[in-house]
């Protein structure tokens, strides 16, 4: 119920989605309702953005901000990673970006002057790729937003949260299942006493509907409460998932640097992200002088020869054009999870550093609102247990 299905299944009803931000909200929240559909999708993947906003308000943005990000991403790494991509492709794309922009002049120009270009902005290419990437360190954060990245990547692949779920909290979901199946059984004893002493059918039913609420709330207390130890006479109490930040710290640190905050999400986020034109322009802007250093000597005629607005619009242009190769290699998975082993690190550090009750909170937080449906979920099955019961047991009292 919580996990599965990863997508919505179900029916479409007409004009359900119509009337559905009318219904109740608790209504609202049943997976498939606001869709128009009625059916079922696990708690945690049809809440994936939601979530996904939570983690970053309650945890990540606790943890690190978009600058600790990208600095442990080792941007002189990043540099290096590009040059040694960008280098041999330097003859062919600017070829390229000539003949498609600027056909003309690139023609006109002699072929010596054009190998010279060539040359140059390969000599220039470390230093113009440093300048780049520490243009992006100086305004990362109005150009990165880890909590949009997030809700993005958590709705494009709802997976993602359900397996952070599954690691992160394994221990604790197997023991909410054993804690559910003793204490259920335990609750049953007395259900059955009074069973036997009233002889009422719609007894079972009823009681059945308690028993499934009450064992899921108290699995979830269980986990939960209390996030700070507590002392009761000669015991120590806490909340399982408290007793785990630990271990579960380097779980969450590993899913999210191998899944979420990758260098390979932070490279597509700054090209195509909502800040990805204030992105372009300003790397853009950056670039536009290594234009001018790529003609070298020959700078001041080829502006007279060509023109100076014209030679300005092919500065701006070739600059436009050389922002995407040049921030391309961000976006390798492979060097992308080369990397990931730094954001692992920072995540579980400053997971481990949390209150206790921060750290429970930031997982509770994220299905609190929810926690309703999973004890409705015991409670209708505690019913459906009751009537399985009651039609069982008369059966074979007829028989």
């Not at 990043?78 to 690139?106: G, T």
């Amino acid at each position: 119920m919580l996990f599965s299905p990863i997508h919505f299944h179900g029916i479409t009803v007409p004009g359900l989605k119509q009337i559905a931000g009318s219904l109740p909200r608790k209504v609202q929240e049943i997976p498939g309702i606001l869709r128009g559909g009625i059916g079922w999708q696990g708690i945690v993947p049809a809440r994936a953005a939601k979530m996904g906003s939570i983690a970053v308000d309650r945890a990540l943005s606790q943890m690190a901000t978009a600058r600790d990000f990208y600095e442990r991403l080792e941007p002189e790494k990043i540099a290096a990673h590009i040059v040694d991509v960008f280098r041999p492709e330097i003859p062919l794309l600017v070829d390229e970006i000539m003949w498609r922009e600027h056909p003309r002049f690139w023609r006109d120009l002699p072929r010596p002057l054009r190998t010279v270009v060539i040359q140059r902005v390969q000599d220039r290419l470390p230093d113009v790729v440093r300048d780049v990437t520490v243009e992006i360190g100086n305004h990362i954060d109005q150009i990165f937003d880890p909590k949009i990245m997030v809700i993005e990547n958590f709705e494009k692949d709802p997976s993602i949260i359900v397996r952070i779920f599954k690691d992160f909290g394994a221990r604790e979901l197997r023991m909410m299942v054993v804690f559910g199946a003793v204490f259920g059984f335990l609750l049953g004893i007395p259900v059955a006493i009074v069973d036997q002493a009233f002889h009422l059918w719609w007894l079972l039913p009823i009681l059945g509907v308690l028993v499934g609420w009450t064992t899921n709330l108290l699995g979830m207390l269980l986990i939960f409460q209390p996030a700070e130890p507590k002392r009761i006479g000669p015991f120590k109490i806490q909340a399982l998932f408290a007793q785990r930040q630990w271990q579960a710290s380097d779980v969450y640190g590993k899913h999210i640097a191998k899944d979420v905050i990758t260098l390979e999400h932070i490279g597509d986020h700054l090209l195509n992200g909502p800040s990805g034109d204030r992105t372009r322009q300003m790397l853009a802007a950056a670039l536009e002088p290594a234009v001018d250093a790529a003609v070298g000597p020959a700078y001041g005629a080829v502006r007279v020869a060509v023109g100076t607005r014209k030679f300005d619009a092919i500065r701006s242009s070739v600059a436009e054009q050389a922002v995407e190769y040049t921030l391309t290699p961000m976006r390798d998975a492979a060097f992308s999870q080369q990397q990931s082993c730094n954001i692992r690190r920072l995540i579980a550090e400053r997971c481990r550093a949390l209150p206790p009750k921060t750290f429970v909170e930031m997982m509770r937080a994220a299905i609190k609102e929810d926690e309703w449906l999973l004890y409705a979920h015991g409670a209708i099955m505690g019913l459906a247990g009751g009537f399985l019961h009651v039609a069982v047991f008369e059966w074979w009292n007829v028989l």
